[in-house]
């Protein structure tokens, strides 16, 4: 079993910061990839940032310069920094995470989080 946790979203005013955190556990092998995504009412979940297990990052273009992603392997933990919030940024974001499992290590497999509320106040 595998679970990912993802932890400090809340309301924030615009043009303030918050870092959201995603704690993997479980019967972990190795975690490939991982990564944020969110979603908005009335809009397709989107993805915000995801890094490699060597630490390469990918940002959606608009966020690209606010938004940071970050790793701790050791921890299996990913981060997102997220500066100059804007209403717009209000979504629930979703920790997701490329997993194989002490049982079946050559098997990989995304797994999500709960999501956690971000809500940005104008």
């Known amino acids: 079993q595998v679970q990912l946790v993802e932890s400090g979203g809340g309301l924030v005013q615009a043009g303030g910061s918050l870092r959201l955190s995603c704690a993997a556990s479980?019967?972990?092998?190795?975690?490939?990839?991982m990564g944020w995504y969110r979603q908005a009412p009335g809009k397709q979940r989107e993805l915000v940032a995801h890094?490699?297990?060597?630490?390469?990052?990918n940002y959606a273009d608009s966020l690209k310069g606010r938004f940071t992603i970050s790793r701790d392997n050791a921890k299996n933990m990913v981060y997102l920094q997220m500066n100059s919030l804007t209403p717009e940024d209000t979504a629930v974001y979703y920790c997701?995470?490329?997993?194989?499992?002490?049982?079946?290590?050559?098997?990989?497999?995304?797994?999500w989080g709960q999501g956690t509320q971000v809500t940005v106040s104008s």
């Open positions: 997701s995470a490329e997993i194989s499992t002490v049982v079946r290590r050559q098997a990989w497999f995304n797994y």
């Open positions: 479980g019967s972990i092998f190795s975690i490939r990839a």
């Open positions: 890094i490699t297990s060597a630490g390469s990052t």
